[in-house]
């Protein structure tokens, strides 16, 4: 029976709206690497998979899940005046100003989350620091117990290495352990750590592509509570019947 001692989210489409939170801050990032050359503008947005006259991404962007070290790759060949650590400054400034929007009131899930005594981490293709600054915007930092971005030493998403660090950690075993995010990328590096795959629908990812790689799936983690609540109860009912069979 299921009873999760620890959970690990994902950030961007799990934590925070996808498209809410990054289509303006893109759009706004490729019209300076473009010099508003709109030619330039509209090839590097498809190369990233981003419709910039309604600022949206489409739902094979390489941009959803990717880290911003291929962020950074794909963009340079198209700026003429920041290139190498220059274009990694300027991208890291830009980071620093984004403003995320959060999916429901993330201080009062996490403090549900906490009061039974679950350990939280964050898994996130985006860079450590970056991370870490827009948890603590919204005053919600405190909360995890471990906190993994792409430069932070232990890979990145589809692979397992955040995950494995998360259990090695906080002394949890996979089945422990479940993991929430909006795209393939999380639900896959779930399973092959041997993690329970609970999959959102706050991100650009359709349901019937979490499908394919999750145990469960949720409007949102909104709803954690109520289906961490709904094991409880089925954990009670079926220790009733094991009772009434003696």
């Known amino acids: ?12 489409g799990t934590l925070f709206h996808f498209q809410e939170s990054w289509g303006s801050w893109l759009d706004e990032v490729l019209n300076d690497i473009c010099e508003k050359s709109i030619s330039k503008k509209r090839q590097l947005s ?8 309604k600022k949206k991404f489409f739902e094979d962007s390489p941009f959803i899940a990717g880290t911003t070290e291929e962020f950074l790759a794909s963009i340079e060949s198209f700026s003429d005046n920041l290139k190498g650590k220059e274009l990694e400054e300027f991208i890291s400034s830009k980071l620093m ?31 450590e620091i970056p991370c870490k600054s827009q948890l603590e915007k919204e005053r919600i930092i405190k909360y995890f117990d471990f906190i993994a971005g792409s430069d932070s030493g232990y890979g990145f998403k589809p692979e397992i290495g955040q995950l494995e660090a998360f259990c090695k950690l906080l002394n949890l075993k996979p089945s422990e352990v479940a993991m929430i995010g909006d795209s393939t990328h999380d ?13 959102v629908l ?3 990812a359709k349901r019937s592509e979490l ?12 709803d954690l509570p109520i289906f961490l609540n ?5 954990l009670i009912t079926l220790l009733i019947n094991q009772l009434i069979l003696l």
């Open 97 to 127: 100003q984004l403003v995320q929007k959060p999916v429901g009131d993330l201080k009062v899930l996490f403090e549900y989350l906490k009061s039974k005594k679950i350990l939280l981490g964050v898994a996130t293709n985006d860079n």
């Open 202 to 204: 706050t991100g650009v």
């Open 230 to 234: 709904s094991l409880k109860i089925l």
């Open 1 to 12: 029976m299921l009873r999760f001692k620890g959970l690990i989210f994902d950030k961007d």
């Open 187 to 199: 639900l896959i590096a779930a399973k092959k750590a041997g993690l329970y795959a609970i999959g």
């Open 211 to 222: 499908e394919l790689y999750a145990d469960k799936i949720l409007k949102s983690i909104k």
């Open 46 to 53: 498809k190369i990233l998979g981003f419709n910039f006259s």
